[in-house]
């Protein structure tokens, strides 16, 4: 056992695994300070505990398991996803969660890392002269995409959408294809606000300066009470004020807890994460591993990103969480795949 350790320890990339340890454990001091019951930190916690052995365990995988995994989840979550918008489980206007053991599930997280292992294998074969392939992804991704838009969740299908077309670019396809398919994403967010009215609704009150935007409002006034340093944690009164505090906009009680720096520090440690994932491609040959790493690593730095603006008010609002700081269960395990995926991709081996 020891020395599986040893060799598991040896071959992963330990600065990439430390500062992931250090991003869950900020999202369990932030989630420590949200509620006096101690319920959310309790379930944080638990939540927090899984997803490391699960992005452990993954990540000692090898490549071809890593392939076998994917396609078993993607498989499962689809019929998960399917069933999502044939059972009445709405919830602020959308069917995404389905309760399974008393325990709500979002298929759709779970659905965005088995895919884009899966894409990267077959984009890899593609360019090896094998359009069956090609043609099976594409047809795969627009029956995923009409799931997700069905539910509807428009967030979700343009973070899904945006990590597949940086897979298409990294892959070398043609520039005009990249192109339609970035037209069809533009047209699918003109259509999106025509035909769902929440979308619709966020997008008018951000542009229009007379709208009700209580979260907005309390979220930049959460990063203003702050200041430099932050009221320390537990210490914040906005986070009771603000709806969604724990998922949302856990970055706006991270500003006013623990302040602008350690917000800085937040954004760093996950710059520098994407960014030495990026420069790892740089020592890398297999196209398959270097697609699939770049569509993993795209949909964690753009699900981040979106976050933490939508928090800062520089884009509408949207449900999406910030990964493995916010609270809930799909979204902490989700991101446990996603990084064990990468871990893996990314191991040395002697």
């Known amino acids: 056992m020891n020395k599986f350790i040893s060799k598991w320890w040896n071959e992963i990339d330990k600065t990439n695994f430390l500062i992931i340890i250090s991003i869950i454990i900020i999202g ?28 452990i365990s993954i990540s000692c995988f090898e490549i071809k398991l890593l392939r076998r995994l994917s396609l078993l989840g993607l498989i499962l979550f689809t019929i998960l996803l399917i069933l999502v918008l044939l059972i009445d489980n709405q919830i602020k206007g959308s ?24 894409s990267g294998w077959f984009l890899a074969k593609g360019i090896e002269g094998r359009k069956v392939y090609l043609n099976i992804l594409f047809f795969t991704f627009f029956i995923l995409i009409a799931l997700i838009l069905s539910q509807p969740d428009f967030g979700m299908t343009f973070l899904f959408a945006a990590s597949f077309f940086c897979q298409l670019f990294i892959a070398g396809l043609s520039i005009l294809l990249v192109f339609i ?12 606000y025509y035909f769902f009215d929440h979308v619709r609704k966020r997008v008018n009150d951000f542009f229009d300066p007379s709208a009700d935007t209580y979260q907005i409002d309390r979220s930049i006034e959460a ?10 944690p537990g210490q914040g009164i906005l986070k009771d004020k603000i709806p969604d505090a724990n998922t949302d906009f856990i970055f706006a009680v991270a500003g006013e807890e623990l302040g602008f720096i350690f917000c ?25 591993i270097i697609i699939s790493i770049v569509g993993l690593i795209s949909s964690y730095g753009l699900q ?3 976050n933490i603006f939508s928090s800062l008010g520089l884009i509408p609002t949207k449900g999406m969480t910030l990964p493995f700081i916010s609270y809930g269960g799909s979204s902490m395990i989700s991101s446990a795949i996603l990084f064990g995926f990468l871990l893996s991709l990314t191991r040395q081996k002697k």
């Open 28 to 55: 369990i001091i932030l989630s420590f300070s949200i509620e006096k019951s101690f319920t959310f930190f309790n379930r944080h916690l638990i939540y927090a505990s899984i997803a490391l052995i699960i992005m």
């Open 95 to 118: 069917n995404r969660w389905i309760p399974i053991f008393g325990i709500s599930i979002q298929p759709s997280e779970f659905i965005k890392p088995f895919f884009l292992i899966l």
């Open 181 to 192: 398919a970035i037209l069809m994403l533009f047209f699918l967010s003109i259509a999106s």
């Open 223 to 232: 990063f203003k009470s702050g200041g430099f340093f932050g009221k320390g």
């Open 264 to 288: 800085s520090i937040i954004i760093l440690l996950i710059i520098f994460l994407v960014v030495r994932f990026l420069l790892q491609l740089l020592k890398l040959k297999e196209p398959y």
């Open 304 to 306: 981040s990103l979106i």
